[in-house]
């Protein structure tokens, strides 16, 4: 069981908005900076955002990220076909003998 | 173009040792931190090591602290992760990231390496 708590799957169908949770602590979200990364299938992970709500060169500006407390979330708007794949939240984790975590990973689904 | 490639993976018996390798070009080496997570065929993602860009400040999991060891070579380009005493539940994909913010920032990937531990 993952530290960072993510829904199993979310749905939407095209130009719907949708959001992805992740559940932390203090230790870890609550104080850390969140990433989020994308995957398809038989393909690396790619990143999505950083520093929480940051884009890198090239995300396009449908994908963002915040964070409340010790909770974040990955708000994709204008949904496409091509957005279907899993996606990771990550933070930092304060507690001894523990440093990056993974969330468990969210399918979604494009209808 | 920033390029990791990872090689050594395979097929091993349990207490078996393997050295993974993460190949890097387009960027520079030296001024990246690396890292290798690896993802068991169907489930999530798990940070495994870091090793800092000198590579004198290095990381573990607790799962496989003592039986793996990161470490790099600058003047190569290469990343490695020498897995000793290996478990079945070490089985899955392998993949170098990089790091250039400092942070646990996976920013580039690798394509993936299977190791698979069977008896």
């Known amino acids: 069981q993952s530290v960072l708590t993510q829904p199993p799957s979310v749905s939407g169908t095209p130009g719907q908005r949708v959001t992805i949770s992740c559940s932390g602590s203090?230790?870890?979200?609550?104080?850390?900076?969140v990433k989020w990364y994308q995957q398809f299938p038989g393909m690396a992970p790619k990143l999505l955002i950083h520093?929480?709500?940051q884009r890198p060169s090239g995300v396009p500006d449908r994908f963002s990220g915040s964070k409340s407390g010790t909770s974040a979330s990955l708000a994709i708007s204008g949904l496409q076909f091509e957005d279907g794949a899993d996606y990771y939240c990550?933070?930092?984790?304060?507690?001894?003998?523990?440093?990056?975590?993974f969330g468990g990973g969210t399918k979604l689904t494009v209808l | 173009q920033v390029h990791l490639v990872e090689s050594g993976g395979g097929t091993v018996k349990p207490g078996g040792s393997l050295r993974l390798s993460c190949a890097a070009s387009?960027?520079?080496?030296?001024?990246?931190?690396m890292n290798w997570i690896r993802q068991v065929p169907g489930k999530g993602l798990e940070w495994i090591s870091y090793?800092?860009?000198?590579?004198?400040?290095?990381y573990y999991e607790e799962s496989v602290k003592g039986r793996f060891t990161i470490s790099r070579d600058n003047s190569k380009n290469v990343l490695y992760l020498q897995m000793n005493n290996l478990r079945l539940d070490d089985t899955a994909v392998y993949y170098c990231?990089?790091?250039?913010?400092?942070?646990?920032?996976?920013?580039?990937w690798g394509q993936g390496t299977l190791v698979y531990v069977s008896s």
């Open positions: 990550s933070s930092w984790d304060d507690s001894l003998n523990v440093y990056v975590i």
């Open positions: 090793v800092s860009e000198s590579g004198t400040t290095v």
């Open positions: 203090n230790s870890n979200i609550g104080s850390n900076t």
């Open positions: 990231a990089g790091d250039q913010y400092g942070d646990f920032t996976f920013d580039n």
């Open positions: 520093s929480t709500s």
């Open positions: 387009g960027f520079s080496f030296s001024d990246v931190h």
